[in-house]
């Protein structure tokens, strides 16, 4: 699902950490230090497990966050960039503003069409 990453639960101390750096292919270690590493929230990493073992097909998608801006990738807007006010599992709101008119315009848009501008 999330390749080149690995996810590691163990009890973490400079020594296991040293060892875990020398893996090999391994580039680096999220966080600030050893002992203080970044760790992702145990709902998300239940999350993950739960997909894994349901074997559901997964694709990848662009990581959006509301009032991020973005661009349409395919279809009749194909290039029309914006900003995602709302975003849910199929669908985002976008709107495109003309900064010189003061004005927005808003229209609902299939999410898996838009990535990160």
């Known amino acids: 699902m999330f390749p080149s990453y690995l996810f590691l639960q163990h009890p973490m101390d400079k020594d296991v950490y040293l060892a875990v750096s020398r893996a090999r292919g391994l580039v680096r270690v999220l966080g ?10 145990h709902r998300e990493m239940e999350a993950i497990q739960r997909i894994d073992a349901a074997c559901c097909p997964v694709l990848p998608f662009p990581y959006l966050k509301e009032g991020q ?15 995602l006010v709302e975003s849910r599992p199929n669908k985002g709101l976008l709107v495109l503003s003309v900064h010189l008119l003061q004005r927005s315009l808003a229209m609902s848009v299939d999410a898996t069409t838009v990535v990160p501008a």
Do not use: F
């Open 32 to 41: 600030e230090r050893w002992d203080r590493l970044a760790e992702i929230p």
């Open 69 to 83: 801006r973005v661009r349409i990738t395919r279809g009749p807007l194909a290039g029309v960039e914006g900003l």
